[in-house]
């Protein structure tokens, strides 16, 4: 019924910037917030950055002044823009979406992942 498409990660040397984007389809009815999570090998999937529909906005500290989340909520469009990346900034990044179908069910939806690494 819903599926999210992540798009955007890749390889990138440390002090670099990467954008990703995850879009929302199917029978959806209105979207309440959106994020970012991520995982990196051998650690558990930490909080990056939540958006409402309000546009009202949460960053882990660790990602503060760096990352900015924004969204288009005509486009169903979660996007994460990365700057002054870091080594430790290497996981794969998942969005989600706390959204309401047309059928009237309220349900968290991931997409599938995308891939991160910064590197030298």
């Known amino acids: 019924q819903v599926q999210?498409?992540?798009?955007?990660?890749?390889?990138?040397?440390?002090?670099?910037?990467?954008?990703?984007?995850?879009?929302a389809h199917g029978s959806i009815f209105n979207i309440n917030a959106m994020g970012w999570y991520r995982q990196a090998p051998g650690k558990q999937r930490e909080l990056v950055a939540i958006i409402t529909s309000?546009?009202?906005?949460?960053?882990?500290?660790?990602?503060?002044?760096?990352?900015?989340?924004?969204?288009?909520?005509?486009?169903?469009?979660?996007?994460?823009?990365?700057?002054?990346?870091?080594?430790?900034?290497?996981?794969?990044?998942?969005?989600?979406?706390?959204?309401r179908l047309i059928a009237g069910d309220w349900g968290v939806y991931w997409g599938q992942g995308t891939q991160v690494t910064v590197s030298s």
């Open 54 to 99: 309000s546009s009202s906005t949460t960053y882990a500290d660790s990602v503060k002044g760096r990352f900015t989340i924004s969204r288009d909520n005509a486009k169903n469009t979660v996007y994460l823009q990365m700057n002054s990346l870091k080594p430790e900034d290497t996981a794969v990044y998942y969005c989600y979406a706390d959204l």
């Open 4 to 23: 999210l498409v992540e798009s955007g990660g890749g390889l990138v040397q440390p002090g670099g910037s990467l954008r990703l984007s995850c879009a």
